[in-house]
């Protein structure tokens, strides 16, 4: 009988003990900037890449993956974690060989539903069971609901903040980024622009906040890219395929797969794989006296930013000396 051959994961796994998982948290400045898009056009090139990938999908329904493949949930990933139903009920599988599956009810910060009976057990075989099966995680997250997602943050391979270079769109993403700077500290943070028409307007704007976080928030946020207006985008959300599928030569499915190359890269984590996605998934208790649905920093000021100013208007952020090693947050341009 031939031995199965080894991936990478697992050889990483053998040799230097731990899990290697690619992950990515995806947080948006508004609604409709093409964020879910952008997520399943990166999903379907990390499969095909050779990945076995799951989208946690935490867009509220109305702006949910699952309507862009036609499907039709049965469940949240909170139930399955809870007890409340088999992981099997509430995984969503995609033309394209990618899994989504709702999570607009789990929070890491935020509560879980009531625990049915045997909700412990329940969690663990879930959580095993998705190290078991998928080897990259996507999370989509809307910026409003960053309060209950920073601990995934602070566990997260990289997080990616988007926003269009419309001030509102930008102040919106930049609020996110100062929460998770101040609950999370230093970390790989990305930073794309949507609906770009032209490419050095928009890394124009994304320099402009990359040098007020460095300078207000002390964490460097490097480039992903210009992600461009496509109208082969709403033609293959209609019939509920892959970007690449239907249009393999439109713009936006190159810049999924220009960003896939830029996250198709393990972290070694501590533990088992389970434990892997237990950190993942469920994070770590909330900071004393941090509340569920904290706007502000910590320090009381607004999170915001105006793209038009640097001064000292905008106010220096308190917040805890960056953590984390320094080539987490190296140069990734395009």
Not at 76 to 93: C, K, P, W
Not at 244 to 267: C, E, H, I, N, Y
Request: hydrophobic share 45%.
């Amino acid at each position: 009988m031939i031995a199965p051959v080894e991936d990478q994961a697992s050889s990483l796994r053998r040799l230097l003990g731990g899990s290697a998982l690619r992950s990515a948290l995806f947080i948006g400045g508004d609604a409709g900037i093409g964020q879910t898009a952008l997520v399943a056009a990166t999903a379907d090139a990390m499969a095909r890449r050779g990945h076995s990938v799951l989208v946690v999908d935490a867009q509220p329904q109305m702006r949910s993956g699952a309507g862009w493949f036609g499907l039709f949930p049965r469940g949240d990933l909170a139930e399955a974690l809870s007890g409340q139903r088999r992981l099997d009920e509430v995984l969503l599988h995609a033309s394209g060989g990618v899994t989504w599956v709702p999570a607009a009810r789990l929070g890491p910060a935020g509560p879980l539903p009531a625990p049915a009976p045997g909700a412990a057990p329940a969690a663990g075989r879930a959580l095993s069971e998705l190290a078991s099966r998928f080897d990259c995680v996507l999370i989509d997250v809307p910026s409003d609901r960053v309060d209950r997602w920073w601990p995934a943050a602070a566990q997260a391979g990289t997080v990616l903040l988007g926003s269009t270079d419309a001030q509102r769109s930008v102040t919106a993403a930049y609020s996110a980024l100062k929460m998770l700077a101040l609950e999370v500290g230093q970390q790989r943070y990305l930073w794309w622009m949507a609906r770009a028409a032209d490419a050095n307007a928009a890394q124009s704007a994304w320099r402009k906040v990359a040098q007020t976080a460095r300078r207000f928030l002390q964490v460097q946020v490097e480039y992903a890219g210009a992600v461009p207006a496509d109208p082969m985008v709403p033609r293959a959300e209609r019939l509920h395929r892959p970007l690449a599928d239907v249009f393999p030569g439109s713009r936006a499915a190159a810049a999924g797969a220009a960003l896939a190359g830029q996250l198709d890269v393990p972290m070694l984590l501590p533990g088992s794989p389970a434990d892997a996605w237990c950190a993942l998934l469920l994070g770590e208790a909330a900071l004393d006296g941090v509340p569920a649905q904290n706007a502000r920093g910590r320090d009381g000021t607004d999170a915001t930013v105006r793209l038009s100013s640097l001064d000292a208007s905008h106010g220096p952020s308190h917040n805890p000396s960056p953590t984390g090693s320094p080539d987490r947050t190296a140069l990734v341009s395009r």
